[in-house]
T-cell receptor, first 111, second 114 residues
Framework: GQQVMQIPQYQHVQEGEDFTTYCNSS?????IQWYKQRPGGHPVFLIQ?????EVKKQKRLTFQFGEAKKNSSLHITATQTTDVGTYFC???????????FGAGTRLFVKA | DAGVTQSPTHLIKTRGQQVTLRCSPK?????VSWYQQALGQGPQFIFQ???????QRGNFPDRFSGHQFPNYSSELNVNALLLGDSALYLC?????????????FGQGTRLTVV
């Protein structure tokens, strides 16, 4: 079945350092979404990418969708303590309504 | 404008029992998806409901069943509970015909099976 793999599992950074998490799907995706979940909270939607090779930016966050629509990345520039949490990618399969989440990358930011 | 609401927030059940979890979608949304999130893991897709029908199902046994009502609210039922069913159960709502399939999650129901 379809799998979505996400690396790294954990990342510890010093405040001000950059951070990147990578997502790979075993199958071609119709779209990919990114969510952030704070400890004890629920996933909160960040963005959706649909087009092959798409790049979107939200302030310090840059999201990319691969040309083959099977991989994606989230890059945070100059991390802040408010960036702490787990970042999940979630891929929707082509022709289906199932959204498969990666296992997430937990970001720790040291002030 | 209320977001996605789930009830109850916490629940403790005994192995073998049955449980029903409830979800009210965000106003204007017509699609409800259910997820199971074990500690330290990503949400696992259980199923999605649209127009009162199960539209897609993940790799969960038949013990997991659901329902969607005409007002778009939904229930998740789990029969013959196992210890391994202990998890955070998340409901997410979305709009089927939207270009952006952004899903809004509820706060979840924390189920503990003892």
């Amino acid at each position: 079945g379809q799998q979505v793999m996400q690396i790294p599992q954990y990342q510890h950074v010093q405040e001000g350092e950059d951070f990147t998490t990578y997502c790979n799907s075993s199958t071609t995706l119709s779209n990919i979404q990114w969510y952030k979940q704070r400890p004890g909270g629920h996933p909160v939607f960040l963005i959706q990418l649909v087009k092959s090779g798409e790049v979107k930016k939200q302030k310090r966050l840059t999201f990319q969708f691969g040309e083959a629509k099977k991989n994606s990345s989230l890059h945070i520039t100059a991390t802040q303590t408010t960036d702490v949490g787990t970042y999940f990618c979630a891929g929707e399969s082509t022709g289906g309504f199932k959204t498969i989440f990666g296992a997430g990358t937990r970001l720790f930011v040291k002030a | 404008d209320a977001g996605v609401t789930q009830s109850p927030t916490h629940l403790i059940k005994t192995r073998g029992q049955q449980v029903t979890l409830r979800c009210s979608p965000k106003s204007g949304h017509d699609t409800v998806s259910w997820y199971q999130q074990a500690l330290g893991q990503g949400p696992q897709f259980i199923f999605q409901y649209y127009e009162e029908e199960e539209r897609q199902r993940g790799n969960f046994p038949d013990r997991f069943s659901g329902h969607q009502f005409p007002n778009y609210s939904s229930e998740l039922n789990v029969n013959a509970l196992l210890l391994g069913d202990s998890a955070l159960y998340l409901c997410a709502s979305s709009l089927a015909r939207a270009l952006n399939t952004e899903a809004f999650f509820g706060q979840g129901t924390r189920l503990t099976v003892v």
